[in-house]
């Protein structure tokens, strides 16, 4: 952990996460990026679900919005249409993002809210003690697949390039540097901003170790000629995991976020607009029963 007792984005001494877990550099990797930007804990909001990585908020100074499993997403968008004056960012894990909310995964890209999305990528669901989720490679043994897992595994990445997304990126929890450098440019981006973040969980996980990921990722901002505005050659890109695995913004592109399409939202945020007592008593009334 950091020592930043004091400082504006202030993180707990204590949590309930296992020794060396993958969840200890995101939380310092937070802290660091909002201490840089120079934000105040009263401008974040954090919205996050049920899980290990759901716990996160609970951790760090600054408001948080704690929903259901899956939920994190709707739950966001509505509190950055309410106050857009917000900067939101949800978190949670693969299993509450991609699985349990993978439908409102789709939509809040389609929509383009613009909050900041952090998904702790360990590849089980390990709050519940390592079942496989959509993010386990295919073979991998877990309680509830004991003959491997059949299926291939998910790929968010190609799945929000598919869907425009304005901001996809990798990031990794074992290099702080990266992953704080990454936060700050998705939430400096204008709309929607993923960044699915290989986690490793020294628990559940044996596979996808700190072992693993060092000796694989490389960065793409230090490929030579490498475009992320070409959405072609980001969605390739998406598909390679082996012996090398990329991290880095694999796309940004600038497109109208869901608030533009609400100007008065923009302009004044909900929170602070007067309602029409009177229209509201109006509308009230026709559901009046006799
Ligand atoms: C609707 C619903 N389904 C299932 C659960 C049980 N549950 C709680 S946390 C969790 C797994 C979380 O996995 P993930 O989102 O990947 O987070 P991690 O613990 O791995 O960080 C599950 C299945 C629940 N609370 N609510
Ligand atoms: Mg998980």
Redesign the pocket.
Known sequence: MVANQGKEFEIARETAWCPGCG?FGILNALSQALEGLGLKKSEVLYVS??????KTPHYIHGNVLNT???RTLPTATGAKLANNDLHVIAI??????Y??GGNHFLHAIRKNVNITYLV?D?Q?????KG?A?PRSDQGMVTGTTPQGVTLEAFNPLATAITLNAGFVARSYAGDREHLSRTIQAAIQHEGFALIDILQP?VTFNKINTYQFYRSRVYDLDQEEGYDRTDRPSAWAKSFEWGERIPIGVFYQIDRPTLGDHYGDLVKTPLVRQQPDHQAVQGLLNQFRIG
């Open positions: 969840n679900g049920i899980g290990q990585a759901g259901l499993h899956g949670g894990g693969d299993g509450d993002g699985a349990e702790h360990n089980v669901f390990g709050l519940t079942q989720s969980c």
